[in-house]
């Protein structure tokens, strides 16, 4: 036994070893992250059809925080990777991290134009927004992030509606990037695939730019799942056309200031009835709407009427047209102005 141990190789045997150990397989790298799949293009529509109206009550409620229009595009919703995000943002941008809970879990990203930001600080300071300042310090920060707090909160109270469920948001966190001089460090990019949702947002005549959502597929999944499986359970067929865009001119209403004024005199004799209550209604417009789309209305919610802006509203007695006018706003409460009185027949 110890004979054999104590034995040399042979450089024939060594060979033979060697040899057998280059004609082994090479080691296969081990896969440690599970490929993730794009959104099918289904799968993007139903996202679009939850997300936009979610926009839209963000919108409503930057245009309302600041007393002017603001404009925003349907989404256009694609996978990409990480890299991909950069060609939409040019330059220094504001990126701001909302955590959900609830019926959604994960955080989402909202980034736009450091132009946009500062433009929206201003005004929330006072400003015009027409020059605001190059440099964003913590005020400014701290009034853009008191808008963009009520913008979240709106649009959770609009996801919440869509999916039936409730969607709380936590306060915004907001940092300062620049995807163009400097490695941005956003834990979003990260993952392997993004769901990104852009969006063109336009603050009046002031400025224009991208708005992109940025969110991991594993939230948007079960959005999806959410909508598609609630339509296959009750048989029917969803609509996922979306308008190109979905607000257009959303702005508060703005009026004239006025002091009361007494009428003119009231004509004929009818002493017997003055004192008779009756109902007087003011008319803004006017839509039809099937139970479907009332049933979808939700905080945020936009019902297009059929008047035009600045056209009179009708003046009701007990239900009946007895004149024309215009909205006005007397000290702190609204009015009417008259402007037509309708014959009657």
Known sequence: MAENMNSEVSQEELD??????QQMEPMQPVETTKPVKDLSGEEKKVLSTVLAPAMQAAITSLSTILNKQV????????????????????????AVEVEYSGGIKGHTYLIFLKEQGTLIADIMMGGDGTAPPKD????????????????????????????GKTVSASQPKIKIVN????????????HQKIVKVKYNLK?????????????????????????????KAGGETMNTEISPTFVSGVSPVQFASLKSTGGPAIPGNIKLIMDVPMDVT????????????ILDLGVGSIVELDRMTGESVDI???????AKGGVVVIDDTFGVRVTEIISLP
């Open 71 to 94: 404009d925003i595009s349907a989404p256009e919703v694609e996978t990409v990777t990480p890299d991909k995000v950069a060609f939409d943002i040019p330059g220094s941008a504001i």
């Open 179 to 190: 995807f163009v001089s400097e490695q941005v460090d956003l834990p979003i990019l990260k």
């Open 16 to 21: 033979a070893l060697l040899g057998g150990q």
């Open 316 to 322: 009701l007695a007990n239900g009946k047209l007895v």
């Open 203 to 231: 603050l009046g005549d002031l400025s224009s730019g991208n708005l992109i959502q940025l969110m991991p597929v594993d939230i948007a999944k079960p959005i999806i799942d959410s909508i598609l499986g609630e339509k």
């Open 136 to 163: 964003i310090n913590d005020l400014y920060l701290g009034a853009l992030g008191e808008a963009l707090g009520q913008m979240i909160d709106s649009s959770a109270a609009s996801i919440s509606h869509t999916l």
């Open 282 to 293: 003011v008319e803004l417009g006017r839509k039809k709407m099937n139970v479907r789309e």
